[in-house]
């Protein structure tokens, strides 16, 4: 039976059967009723009850499989509305093709589901998580105004730093949903770059330079290493811009104090190796995979100190991503981290 494959087939053997049983019992009641028996007559009639079963069998066969198949086609396939009818061969597998149509279709949709529910996490982890960073300067702002409100405002020692404190976490909660509103924006493909030519060398001084404060404070030296006197890129300028900032801002924040932020530039061919380094802290290995993951932060508390809220990394990422460029990191705890990622020489 297992070699049975098409209707066809099937058709036949089955009347091939019939017509046989037809001689069988044929011969068999004339042996029984003394009968001359007419061994053309018997061939010819067997023959034709032969191809007339083949035919009304094969016109059955095709009508309920054609009937049942096309059903099962079309509920496997409601999202391609406008795909046309099937005609089914009964001189093919019919049924085997269906067979492995429906296993196809059952693994794409529990890929789907699958997708679905990781999804879901990912949305609820990630709704947890906004909640989080945002109550966290709500409630300090709600604490500084209340303050003011009974009585603080007339208090001179503490109106002015209150109210900038309020103001401080005003910043934070600005800083949060414009980068959310980045982010979303990237993902939901609404950005669009901007891409031009781009002088990476004065492009990365400049970031730099604008950190002196900053660095100062913390007693970062800031140095650029370059292969080239000048050298163009093709890129996003605000876009690559604001990957540079978040990567040096992390390099002085997680660095060590006294310690060194490193923006090197290398020459890869049709490519420009851009490099942001620090001397500090190091992240150990189980946290490099999930790093640039939104709200992902290694030591939560010092992250938090230093006014972050994990989101710099997953934005970074999805700049160098929309550039069609893969960003990386390499880190030994206690010495430091690299980030890099490449871009495309104009
Ligand atoms: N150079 C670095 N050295 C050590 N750890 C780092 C470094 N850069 C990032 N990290 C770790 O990765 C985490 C994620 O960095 P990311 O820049 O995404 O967020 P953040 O700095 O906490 O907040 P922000 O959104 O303000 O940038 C940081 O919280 C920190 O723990
Ligand atoms: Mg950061």
Known sequence: MKKLKTPKQFAVVVTLVLSVLFVVISLLLNFFFNEE???????????????????????????????KIRLLYRVIHTNEPNKKEREFSMSKDVLGEAEREVMKWGQKKSKEIERLKEQEQFRREFLGNLAHELKTPIFSIQGYILTLLEGGLEDEKINLTFLERANKGVDRITKVVEDLDLITEIESGRLVLNQKITNIVSLSKDVLDSFEIKAKKRKVSLKLTTEFEQQNVFCDKDKIEQVLINLINNSINYGSENGLTEVRLFDAEDHVLIEVSDDGLGIASEHLQRLFERFYRVDKSRARHEGGTGLGLSIAKHIIEAHKQSINVRSEVGKGSVFYFYLKKA
Request: proline share 0%; hydrophobic share 75%.
């Open 37 to 67: 028996v007419n061994l053309i007559n018997l061939l010819i009639v067997a023959i034709a009850f032969f191809v007339i079963s083949y035919f009304i069998l094969l016109a059955f066969l095709e009508r309920l499989i054609t009937s």
